[in-house]
């Protein structure tokens, strides 16, 4: 176990005074405040109870250190031993030092810093420089109180958010989730930023997770999901100390997000039986959008972003023209990329970010025109977001996934452990499958379910990272595969099964009469959308409002059950958020509604135009107007094939062609060929 210098001297003094020492000698002694020693007590009475050791204090006496002799002994040796270097560079010592300010009630001293993390007054006084400039960016102040000593002055919000991302970049993703595994009978670990976070209020956050929020977060990569539950703790320890989040004007927070907070909020204030005022719920909501949470979107979800998807497409149009490789029909790439971006765009920097990620250096050389094109499209189509080497780097894996996506014969099964998302996992499936024909099926497990899984389904074990204490053979290899790995893990198959046949049972089909209906439903609602598909000219109305009304109404009883309720819906999405399609003359209005009967998708030709916001938030004269009706809820057949004509829009320029001009005929041959595909596909 690691105690602080301050600790061991505290130890030291307990020991050779087993009759009591004083608050007050102590103080004289190491020069601290009857508060710090206070603090630096509870933080010995936690490291020390797994030895079976006690700190008492009777009234009126001094703090006696209790325990059996061969425990005390034992202790004794530990503080004899030389313990390894607190922190092995600046920027980890920074970080720390922010964190014992952030949270410390009262000011600290230099000399008290430097006995702390072990280095001399100078090089505390030089870290300090530093720190107080990177403060400013978050609306934090150092001060320099004469006579007695420094604090971090600043708002609970800003705290928190600094201090959970802080502990967060302190503690790797194995270590976190090998600690919090063992919660609550093994409750201590070395390392200085995990010790910042009560266990009780670990195990508190992981047990709310997995009470309710299991399929809700079932896609989430173990780095986010090591970040939210970080600052689930950190936030019930610092509410449980009647610290809260200031009232201050309210953000705008997606209600999807403020759901699942309210969730979680309810199941704290239960625990620490504490009210939680609704700045916590919004605050903990608000950082809920920086995680890859959601399902998978269609455009019918009230809070599916249209601009973003826009935004993405974009960047892919960009990125195939810069490049030369066509991105734009892999959808796949998209789905990928929009779920990352809508996070990616959420998350705070941090005031270290760390050192750069070696393997995602390795990603952005292997990749590098590639990589310089994502860079320059990234700059035109989020001009105003600074994306951190990390975000870049997953990016780049994204498009990288997609250059590399080759499905080949396996004959082996393979356990890819991968901590660093479904970006770097896929494009290390995709290799797997090229270039080691061997691999039938490959499974890829986060950090946090390696206690979940039944290893003996798997002829061998692949990592991306290092797990020590993992008592199972296993291999690490970098997302990229590359040459001298696919021999040796060649080779390493032949060692593990030089006679092994494909002897695996497929995966079980679906039975002929499901697979049938399937296809049957897909083919009928195909033939009824293009069935009732029409170009029409119709006379625009005095308001646009008016105008979709006016379109609506002769639906009634056919493909709508109550044409105005109808309306009003396509309205109100149309109000959400910008619909028109940028440097064209139209825009897609939609909705999915009870009242809807029958999906439908018809193009109206207006005789006036309407300015309208486009995607790209400029205006566009709208003279024609696509109509995407869907019944809610929506089967699957359904979501599939509307989901095809919404992301056909904007697939390509071709296709932006076709519907900005295109007549009946011509736009009824793209509608068939997306459909035949989707139906090819299914």
Known sequence: MYFSIREKKILSLLLDYPNGITSEELQDILQVSKRTVYREISSIEKTIKSQDIQIIKPRGEGYRIVGETVNLERLQQQLGEKQAELFTDNVQRQSAIVCSL???????????????????????????ATIEKSLIDYRLELQRLKGRGIQIAGHEKQR????????????????????IDGLPEAATTNNFFLKLLSPASLLLARTIFEKIAQQVFEQVTDNQLQRVLILLALSIDRMKQDRFIE???????????MQIAGQVMIQ???????????????????????????????????????ELSYKIKELIRLVSEATGTDFRKDEQLFNDLSAHMAAALKRNLTVNQGADNPLLQKIRDKYQTLTTAIIQELAVVFPNHSFTFDELGYVVIHFATSLERHPSSRVLSALVVCSSGIGTARILESRLHKYLDEIKKIQVAKISELNQLDYKSYDLILATVFLPGFHLPYKVISPLLLEDEIKEIKDYIQTLHPDRVDDDPLEP?????????????????????????????????ETIEQTLAAIIEPLQGVIVSDAQKVTDRVIKRYLVAPIGIPKTNFALFHCADAHIKEPLFKIYDLDQQFLIQGMDKKSIELTRVLLLLAPDPMPESQQNLLGKISSSVIESDLNTEIYKFGNKEIIYQLLS???????REN
């Open 268 to 306: 704290v204030a239960m625990t620490i039986e504490k009210s939680i005022p609704p700045q916590e719920v919004r605050f903990f909501a608000f950082q809920l959008e920086g995680v890859n949470y959601k399902k998978p979107q269609n455009i019918f979800i009230d809070s599916f972003d249209v």
């Open 509 to 541: 089909e679906k039975e002929p009469s499901e697979a049938f209906d399937e296809i049957y439903e897909t083919m009928r609602i195909a033939n009824h959308l293009l069935q009732n598909f029409d170009v029409k000219q119709v006379k625009a109305q």
């Open 160 to 179: 928190r958010q600094l201090l959970s991302s802080l502990i967060y970049n302190g503690v790797s993703e194995f270590d976190f989730f090998q600690f």
């Open 673 to 679: 060929s997306l459909f035949v595909k989707e139906i």
């Open 247 to 257: 009232i201050e004007q309210e953000t705008q927070v997606k209600p999807d997000s």
């Open 102 to 128: 952030l949270l410390l009630d009262e000011e600290e001293t230099i000399e008290g810093l430097a006995i702390d993390f072990k280095v001399s007054q100078a090089t505390i006084t030089s870290d300090l």
